[in-house]
Nanobody, 120 residues
Framework: QVQLQESGGGSVQTGGSLTLSCAAS????????MAWFRQRGNGEREYVAI????????MYADFVKGRFTVSRDNTNNLLLLQMNNLTPDDSAVYYC?????????????WGQGTQVTVSS
């Protein structure tokens, strides 16, 4: 059974940083592309970043380029998202997901999400 568990969310002020983690189990993580998405308020889930199975290829949404970094630890089955220079617009529930795919409507496994709140 695929399990994805996010952690590391919290409350920070504008300009602050957070590192999100996603612990994966139940599938061959080291062979799987992965993704981060977020959902702001009642809005739609939106793509944040994706990373290939070996970490050599990454892609980012335009709104996070230069501020967020996605990485992975295939030894410990962890997906990471380093977030710097956060703004209130980054406040959202952040989800990790399987598959190297930017489409939030594609079939994939999702974590429960972790809340990030950025205050001005």
């Amino acid at each position: 059974q695929v399990q994805l568990q996010e952690s590391g969310g919290g409350s920070v002020q504008t300009g602050g940083s957070l590192t999100l983690s996603c612990a994966a189990s139940g599938f061959v993580f080291r062979a799987s592309g992965m993704a981060w998405f977020r959902q702001r308020g009642n809005g739609e889930r939106e793509y944040v970043a994706i990373i290939s199975w070996n970490g050599e290829e990454t892609m980012y949404a335009d709104f996070v380029k230069g501020r967020f970094t996605v990485s992975r630890d295939n030894t410990n089955n962890l997906l990471l998202l380093q977030m710097n220079n956060l703004t209130p617009d980054d406040s959202a529930v952040y989800y990790c997901a399987t598959n190297y795919n930017r489409n939030p409507n594609s079939r994939r496994n999702w974590g429960q999400g972790t809340q990030v709140t950025v205050s001005s």
